[in-house]
């Protein structure tokens, strides 16, 4: 298969407007795409924060999010948000997908995870009671941002691990840059095992896929991401 280059945005967790937590996403986007990256992921609820689960806000509305939207566009890259959605007259913690190719983002329930190919994209949702459902053969990637003390599936390394190994599939997870208590960002390759992992800042954790396996790495988030085009043009 070709390079692929994939990102979990360590996320600081803010309550802020969505406005403001756009423009947040757009300095993560800015610097996954000084990376090359191909697919960036952020955390459940990443677009109004985290909040409470009985308490979800309103979603947002479409028009706030076209920078986004742009944004996938312009730098080719597949984006992973989350946010509240209705679904059913329920209000529960979803999705919002950016593909380059699309003018408004694809919605869907949060679940358990995204799937993606290098190629395309398909959201997946996964029985809580079960270690997983049918798994598209195509999927390469599953990606993640539930948070882990939240989340019976998954919500621990070894779970995780074992995912990944069942159904021979990399495992990238986003969180919020808190430590210990979301368990970290991290990557696992198709067989289980530990790639990458960062347990606190806000930072960039990459991964890229190539024929001989999976390389990781960790890019802090400053201010001026000029310091991103500094450490690229030294790998």
């Keep these: 298969m070709p390079e692929w280059t994939i990102a979990a945005a360590q996320y600081a967790a803010c309550n802020r407007s969505v406005a403001e937590n756009v423009a947040h996403h757009l300095h993560f986007i800015e610097a996954a795409a000084k990376l090359d990256c191909d697919v960036l992921l952020f955390p ?18 479409v028009e706030l999010l076209r920078p986004l939207s742009y944004a996938a566009r312009r730098h080719a890259m597949t984006i992973i948000t989350g946010m509240p959605v209705d679904v059913d007259g329920e209000r529960t913690k979803g999705v919002a997908i950016f593909l380059p190719g699309a003018s408004a983002p694809l919605t869907a329930c949060q679940g358990q995870g995204t799937c993606l190919t290098p190629v395309g994209c398909q959201t997946g949702t996964f029985d809580g009671g079960a270690e997983g459902c049918e ?8 990606a993640t941002g539930t948070c882990s003390e939240e989340c019976e599936q998954l919500q621990s390394v070894q779970r995780l691990q074992r995912f990944a190994h069942r159904y021979a599939i990399a495992v990238l997870k986003s969180s919020y840059a808190c430590g210990a208590t979301s368990g970290g960002s991290a990557l696992w390759d ?8 960062a347990d606190e800042g806000e930072l960039l954790l990459t991964g890229r896929k190539h024929d001989g396996g999976w390389e990781g790495d960790i890019i802090p988030l400053h201010e001026n991401i000029s310091a991103i ?7």
């Design 229 to 235: 085009d500094e450490c690229h043009s030294g790998a």
């Design 44 to 61: 459940e609820m990443s677009l109004t924060g985290p909040g409470e689960a009985r308490h979800l806000p309103v979603p947002p509305d």
């Design 190 to 197: 198709e067989s289980g095992q530990l790639i990458v992992r």
């Design 135 to 142: 798994i598209d053969p195509q999927a390469l990637l599953l």
